[in-house]
C-alpha cells in the first residue's frame, strides 16, 4: 500500500507545476521517479499488468493446446488440416466483417467533421515524443511541429530522451525548437522501454488533452484542432481517438508497398468498422489522442508490455471507457529492409500475445469487462493475428501433403476439396479488402494486393520468434531503426 500511495506521490508532485520546477524534482528524486516510471502500473494494477506475469492455469492450458495439436497432426493429419482451415476462415471472416463495417462507417458520414472550437475555447494540449537514438530524424518532427495549426499558449511538447543519448537532444536543439517544444531527459532505469518514457511523460503533462507522437512522424497540421473539436462533441466516455496512419514512402519498394496496403486496411477500415460496431480498439503506437485526466485513472501505460498501445486500447474498453477514429493522416515511414521489418513484427506479436494473457488470466473477469463481443476481439483479433501466423507454415505444408499425397488425395477428398476450397477463398477475400483499401487511400498501383498473401512468410517467422521470446525474454524491447527522409 505504501509503494502505491509513492506512486501517487510523485504524480501529484509532478503535476500542474511550472517546467523548472519538475526538473529540479527529477534531478533530486531521480530513482524515484524511475520507479514509478516501470512500476507504477503493475503496482496499482497487478491483475492488468505484464510483469505479474502467466496464470498457471494458462501454462497448463498452453501446454496442453500444444500436445494436443502436435498428436493430431501426427495421428490425424486429415483431421488437423480442416481444423486448422478453420481457425484461419473464421480468422478472414471475422476481418471482413468489421472492414465491411468500416466501409459502412465511412460511407454514412459518421466520421464527418465535427462543429470547429474557436481558438478561445480550445483546451491546453500536450504532445509527448518519446525519441531514444533519432537524432536523424527528430529535427523534421521538430519542425513539423512548430508549424501545427494551433495556438502555441496552448501547446506544450514534451521530447523525452534517455539521458545516454546526448546525440537526440542535441539534434533536437538544432532544429531551433519554437518556445513550446522541451527536451525532458529520463531518470535511467529498466525496461527501455516506450512506455516507460511517456508514463513520466504523463505525469509531467499539463494539457487537457495529450498526444503521442512518435519521432518519423508527419501529423497533419490541422490534426490537434479536429481532435479537439471530436472531444468537445462528445460526452467523457469518448477516451480516446486514433487518427490515421499512412506511409510517405510506400513506394520505395515491394515490401513498403505491403506495409502500405496493411495500414490502409487496418486504420482506413479496421480500426473505424470496429468502432461502427461499437467494439474495443486495439490502438496504433502513435497519433492516439487522450483526455488527460482519464488516461490518469486508467494508470497510463504498462512499461513491461512491449505493445502497451494494444494493450491500453483493450483496457480502456474493459473500464467502460469508448475509442473513436478520425479521418486526419499521420504520415510514418515503412521499414524498407526485411531484417528490420521482422524484428518491429516480432515485437507486435510479442506483445499481443501478452496483451491476450493478461485480459485472460480470470475468464470470468474478462466476460464482465468485455463482454461476449469485446473478448472475442481480444481473442479473434489480437490473439488470432499472432497465432494463425504461427500456424501458417504447418497449414501450408499439411495442404501440399494432401494435394500431393496419392493416399491422403483418394481418401481424404471429402476433407481435402473442402479446406482447399476455403483457403483459396479466405485469399482471395484478403486480396480484395487490400485492393479496396490501398485504392481508398491513394496508393499508387492497388494492383500490387495480388501479392499481399507473401508477406505472411515474414509474419511468420516473426510470430515464431514472438513465441520464443514470450517463453524467454517477454520484456526485450527491438529497437526500431528509422532514416531520414524528404520530409
Not at 476439396?417 to 483499401?437: C, E, Y
Request: proline letters at 7%; glycine letters at 6%; one cysteine or more.
Amino acid at each position: 500500500m505504501e509503494t502505491v500511495r509513492a506512486s501517487v506521490d510523485v504524480a501529484e508532485a509532478l503535476a500542474g507545476r511550472e517546467a523548472e520546477a519538475q526538473d529540479r524534482f527529477l534531478t533530486e528524486h531521480s530513482s524515484v521517479v524511475a520507479d514509478v516510471m516501470a512500476d507504477g502500473f503493475t503496482r496499482q494494477h497487478p491483475d492488468l499488468a505484464a510483469k505479474s506475469g502467466f496464470a498457471g492455469w494458462q501454462v497448463v492450458a498452453l501446454g496442453v493446446v500444444v500436445i494436443a495439436v502436435a498428436v493430431v497432426v501426427l495421428l490425424a493429419p486429415l483431421l488437423a488440416l480442416a481444423v486448422l482451415t478453420a481457425v484461419v476462415t473464421v480468422y478472414s471472416l471475422l476481418q471482413g466483417v468489421v472492414a465491411g463495417a468500416g466501409l459502412l462507417h465511412r460511407r454514412s458520414g459518421a466520421a464527418a467533421s465535427d462543429p470547429p472550437v474557436p481558438d478561445a475555447e480550445l483546451p491546453f494540449y500536450t504532445v509527448l515524443v518519446p525519441a531514444y537514438r533519432e537524432a536523424e530524424v527528430i529535427g523534421g518532427l521538430v519542425r513539423h511541429l512548430a508549424a501545427l495549426d494551433y495556438p502555441a499558449d496552448r501547446l506544450e511538447v514534451l521530447i523525452l530522451v534517455e539521458r545516454h543519448d546526448p546525440d537526440t537532444r542535441a539534434a533536437v536543439l538544432a532544429a531551433d525548437p519554437p518556445p513550446f517544444v522541451r527536451v525532458v531527459p529520463l531518470p535511467p532505469g529498466p525496461p527501455q522501454t516506450k512506455p516507460r518514457s511517456v508514463n513520466l511523460g504523463l505525469m509531467l503533462a499539463r494539457g487537457e488533452l495529450l498526444v503521442i507522437f512518435d519521432a518519423e512522424d508527419r501529423p497533419d497540421p490541422a490534426q490537434l484542432r479536429r481532435v479537439a473539436a471530436r472531444f468537445a462533441a462528445r460526452d467523457e466516455h469518448t477516451a480516446c481517438v486514433q487518427a490515421q496512419l499512412l506511409f510517405r514512402n510506400d513506394s520505395a519498394n515491394w515490401l513498403t508497398r505491403q506495409f502500405a496496403m496493411e495500414y490502409a486496411l487496418r486504420f482506413g477500415l479496421a480500426l473505424p468498422g470496429l468502432e461502427r460496431l461499437r467494439l474495443p480498439i486495439p490502438l496504433g503506437g502513435t497519433s492516439n489522442h487522450f483526455r488527460t485526466d482519464t488516461l490518469r485513472a486508467l494508470g497510463g501505460w504498462d512499461a513491461w508490455n512491449v505493445t502497451e498501445d494494444a494493450d491500453l486500447g483493450m483496457r480502456c474498453a474493459a473500464m467502460g471507457h469508448r475509442t473513436e477514429t478520425i479521418e486526419s493522416v499521420t504520415w510514418e515511414e515503412a521499414l524498407d529492409t526485411v531484417g528490420p521489418y521482422v524484428r518491429q513484427r516480432t515485437r507486435w506479436y510479442k506483445g499481443f500475445l501478452i496483451t491476450t494473457m493478461v485480459h485472460t488470466r480470470h475468464p470470468g473477469r474478462t466476460l464482465r469487462r468485455f463482454g461476449l463481443s469485446g473478448a472475442l476481439v481480444l481473442l479473434g483479433i489480437v490473439a488470432a493475428a499472432p497465432v494463425t501466423a504461427l500456424l501458417q507454415p504447418l497449414l501450408s505444408a499439411l495442404t501440399v501433403l494432401a494435394l500431393t499425397c496419392p493416399v491422403w488425395s483418394s481418401t481424404g477428398a471429402g476433407l481435402v476439396v473442402p479446406a482447399v476450397a476455403a483457403q483459396g477463398a479466405s485469399i482471395v477475400v484478403w486480396i480484395a479488402l487490400t485492393f479496396v483499401a490501398a485504392r481508398r487511400a491513394g496508393l499508387a498501383a492497388p494492383w500490387h494486393a495480388v501479392f499481399s498473401p507473401l508477406v505472411t512468410v515474414l509474419w511468420s517467422v516473426a510470430a515464431w520468434r514472438a513465441a520464443h521470446q514470450v517463453a524467454f525474454s517477454p520484456f526485450s524491447w527491438e529497437k526500431t531503426p528509422h532514416r531520414p527522409t524528404a520530409d
